[in-house]
């Protein structure tokens, strides 16, 4: 590698709805691991008041390997009760979406 990788986050677009159907796709426990609260997490997005969270997009994270060499793109979401945060990997996320598109409903 000749330098650091150029971090486009453009490729890591995720829906609050599409990041939902990929969380119950893989079947992510809603239990937080640390407390025990069950269904309590929330999702780190670009609309805080999470009044229209279906429309909004997920934050993305970029996590810088140690060596500055690499890095991972990231979406998080957090427990309401004691603030654990859980970590998904961006690129899992988005092939998995990719692999499984939303499926259009042509009668309503």
């Excluded at 999702?43 to 060596?67: G, K, M, P, W």
Aim: with cysteine; proline share 2%; glycine share 6%.
């Amino acid at each position: 590698m000749d330098g650091p990788a150029e971090y486009d986050s453009s490729q890591f677009k995720v829906t609050y709805e599409d990041f939902t159907r990929f969380v119950e796709g893989v079947n992510v426990t809603n239990v937080c691991g640390s407390c025990g609260a069950d269904n309590e997490w929330y999702v780190h997005t670009s609309n805080f008041e999470q009044s229209e969270a279906d429309a909004c997009e997920l934050t993305i994270y970029r996590l810088d390997h140690a060596s500055l060499q690499a890095f991972r793109a990231a979406f998080m979401e957090g427990c309401e009760k004691c603030g654990t945060i859980r970590t998904y990997d961006a690129t899992v996320v988005t092939e998995w979406l990719k692999v499984n598109p939303k499926k259009v409903s042509w009668w309503k």
